[in-house]
């Protein structure tokens, strides 16, 4: 794939420290704005749940944004995201780095914002995809639903859509017990 411009690591790394959260789509630049407060509610509550089952029941580690996933790091091809949250299974833990996340985690969390909507659902889900990022949670708080996707070859498929009062247990987790009700404010 042709980039449309020619942003590497390095420019990134050059980037100022403002508060806007960029990332680098198929060597693209993509700026979004600071997450809105709905947004953080949501993510919170979410990690809430999330801390209480890793790494005391499944193991590995639980990450939350900002914390850089660099997929591609070439000088043809640079792909650098920013989960909102992210989960490292220990077969995947030999990828961290300095840098941050040197590959793709095992689980990526995408909470959907109206600037991000499209990006989150298009964009960032081909890209997960393309780089073997085996489940994507895209949690939606106007629609208060959260779809949990697992990459079947080289798309992902639907494998848990949740909303409501009931627990639900989503992959890569068993036992998880998530209340979707309880993420929004």
């Known amino acids: 794939m042709t980039p449309k411009s020619a942003f590497t690591y390095r420019d990134y790394e050059a980037l100022p420290n403002d508060g806007r959260r960029y990332e680098i ?22 990690l ?69 909507r499209k990006i989150d659902r298009v964009t960032k889900t081909r890209l997960y995809a393309r780089y073997g990022v085996p489940f994507l949670w895209l949690v939606d708080p106007d629609a208060r639903t959260i779809e949990a996707f697992a990459l079947e070859g080289t ?15 989503l992959p890569p987790f068993t036992g998880l017990g998530l209340v979707p009700d309880a993420l929004w404010p």
Not at 86 to 113: C, F, H, K, Q, W
Request: charged share 15%; aromatic share 2%.
């Open 48 to 116: 809430r749940v999330l801390l209480q089952h890793v790494p005391a029941v499944a193991p590995g580690l639980l990450l939350s944004a900002p914390l850089d996933v660099i997929l591609a790091d070439r000088p043809d091809e640079t792909t650098i995201v920013q989960p909102d949250i992210l989960y490292i299974a220990p077969d995947r833990m030999a990828l961290t780095s300095p840098r941050g996340m040197e590959g793709g985690p095992t689980l990526a969390v995408e909470i959907l914002s109206p600037s991000t």
């Open 155 to 169: 798309r992902y498929a639907l494998a848990v859509a949740a909303a409501g009062p009931e627990p639900v247990d």
């Open 25 to 46: 789509h198929d060597g693209e630049l993509c700026v979004t704005p600071a997450p809105s407060f709905e947004h953080q509610v949501v993510h919170i509550n979410l």
